[in-house]
Each structure stands twice: as structure tokens, then as C-alpha cells.
């Protein structure tokens, strides 16, 4: 897990959150960012009671500055198998709970890209200590005691972690 303070600077994190807030001012209607706003990202009930979220997802062109330092700091010049970049706002009561990030294995997993292997995180916003909204890793701690790895929310800030080493949830 690597965190990386000053990734994006102020004014581009506040262009980002302008990009969801107000799409139609900044963006033309066929690359405006897609909004999922629904308590569900997945079809089952374990996803269904797994995420209350408000998600946009963003055309490449329209976030280069994020495409830019991501990039740079992943080595990787090519962009042809990264997901789409998304922009996810959790309101006060809203989360997402334990989960693995990486993709459910299958029989066509290899012919859709593969899995999952780097995911990045950028915030936005700020949230202080006791605002929520931490990045929690419960393979990272101790579980009776309840003490897990946290990464609280920095405005600007990156958290770059690797879900499935080897290719291997």
C-alpha cells in the first residue's frame, strides 16, 4: 500500500468535484461524466447491502491531469486496459463495506482485460480525523482486536494498492 501526498493539487481536485457537481457547465452533453446514483454497484445481495454511493464515470480526455500523474507514477504509458476513471461521493451515512477489490474469477476473465491488478484512489476532500470516510484494510491489522490499517481521506492525496498479487485475489 503506497499513499502520495500532493498527487493532484487543490484547484484539481476542485475541478473534479465540479465535473460531478455541475457536468453541464464544464462538459459537452456526449462526454459528460455517466452518474450511477443507486445502494447498488452489483446484482447480488452481498453488493446490494455492500455500497450507498453516488458514482460518475468520466471519459479518459475529460480527466488529464488524473490519466497524467497516474501514468507517471504506474510506469504504464498505455491506457488500453485501464477501467475507466470514476469519481464516487459518499454522503454522511453512506459507505462501502469490507470487500475484495478485484475481480470475481471466470471462465472469460482473460478475454475482458484480466484482473484486476493496481487500484488508486484519489480524494477529493478532506475529512479529518473523526469525519469518516477512511480506507480501511482488514487483511492488514488485527482482527481481534479490531485494529486495521486506515488511510484517512487527504484532499489531493493517492492511495495505490495492489488487490491481487501474482494475478491472485
Known amino acids: 500500500i503506497i499513499t502520495v501526498d500532493d ?68 510506469g504504464v504509458d498505455s491506457i488500453d486496459r485501464w477501467e475507466e476513471p470514476q469519481t464516487v461521493r459518499y454522503r454522511e451515512t453512506e459507505k462501502y463495506t469490507w470487500h475484495l477489490d478485484a475481480l470475481a474469477p471466470s471462465e472469460d476473465l482473460q478475454q475482458k482485460g484480466g484482473q484486476r491488478t493496481a487500484t488508486m484512489l484519489v480524494y477529493l476532500t478532506d475529512m479529518g480525523e473523526n469525519g469518516g470516510g ?17 488511510v484517512q481521506p487527504k484532499k489531493g492525496s493517492a492511495l495505490l494498492f495492489f488487490p491481487s498479487a501474482g494475478g491472485i485475489p
Not at 453488493?47 to 464515470?57: A, E, G, L, M
Request: aromatic residues 8%.
Open 7 to 74: 498527487f493532484l493539487t487543490d484547484e484539481e481536485c476542485d475541478k473534479y468535484v465540479n465535473l460531478c457537481d455541475k457536468p453541464k457547465e464544464h462538459i459537452s452533453s456526449e462526454n459528460r461524466p455517466m452518474m450511477i446514483s443507486s445502494k447498488t454497484v452489483g446484482k447480488d445481495k452481498l453488493s446490494k447491502s455492500q455500497r450507498t454511493s453516488t458514482t460518475w464515470f468520466h471519459h479518459f480526455k475529460n480527466v488529464p491531469e488524473l490519466m497524467a500523474k497516474a501514468s507517471r507514477l504506474l
Open 134 to 150: 477512511a480506507s480501511m484494510f482488514r487483511d492488514l491489522g488485527d482482527s481481534d482486536s479490531g485494529s486495521f490499517l486506515k
